[in-house]
């Protein structure tokens, strides 16, 4: 399974932007970059993913590196409620995985400073 | 709202008991997942269902045994073989299981041994 490298922790004021890195070196082309996040004690939340293309949604941006080697999760106006582990995930096709399975690593854990 | 119920939020198990967690989603999704996390851990895979009738055993299967007789629900079971169950356990459902489909999370069963 290709692996993701993220910042153990993050800190950012509020309604400031925040960029989210991860590498993700090891990437094949089928696989597509998502990214959750999860408050303490709730279950993880999908934020958005994208495969070579930068994406956009009401919840933040996606910015992939034209080699899909790195990827950074944008949130535009941080707010306190922002405030969780952001994972980056990279999901493979369902042959190569069982049964299109999220595999987690440690995340990001972003705090917001009002 | 469509969404994804896990009950009970809070479970304590005696030893050699089992006990089952309960995971309905109303968003007719054909794909349900069962994750278990352990503190400051990624999620990690038990079992999986890609529809109604068949489901196959993710990365840590042993101890846990599911079943699939609607496509709202997938019960899991932690069984007395499971020798160390204290977790949260996090079901989760996608349309399918293919790479671009977000998955969908619960808000999680915390299990505790007495």
């Known amino acids: 399974d290709a692996k993701t490298t993220q910042p153990n922790s993050m800190e950012s004021n509020e309604e400031e932007p925040v960029h989210l890195p991860c590498n993700h070196s090891t990437i094949s082309g089928t696989d597509y970059i998502h990214w959750y996040r999860q408050l303490p004690s709730q279950g993880p939340e999908y934020v958005i993913h994208?495969?070579?293309s930068n994406v956009n949604n009401r919840m933040a941006s996606l910015a992939i590196a034209e080699d899909r080697k790195s990827s950074t999760l944008i949130l535009h106006r941080a707010t306190l409620r922002d405030a969780a582990v952001y994972y980056c995930i990279l999901r493979a096709p369902m042959i190569y995985n069982q049964g299109g399975k999220l595999i987690f690593g440690q995340g990001t854990e972003l705090s917001v400073k009002p | 709202d469509g969404g994804i119920t896990q009950s009970p939020k809070y479970l304590f198990r005696k030893e050699g008991q089992n006990v089952t967690l309960s995971c309905e989603q109303n968003?007719?999704?054909?794909?349900m997942y069962w994750y278990r996390q352990d503190p400051g851990q990624g999620l990690r895979l038990i079992y999986y269902s890609q529809i109604v009738n068949d489901f196959q055993k993710g990365d840590i299967a042993e101890g846990y045994s599911v079943s699939r007789e609607k496509k709202e629900s997938f019960p899991l079971t932690v069984t007395s073989a499971q020798k160390n169950p204290t977790a949260f356990y996090l079901c989760a459902s996608s349309l399918g299981t293919i790479s671009n489909q977000p998955q969908h999370f619960g808000d999680g069963t915390r299990l505790s041994i007495l």
């Open positions: 968003l007719n999704h054909d794909a």
């Open positions: 994208g495969l070579t």
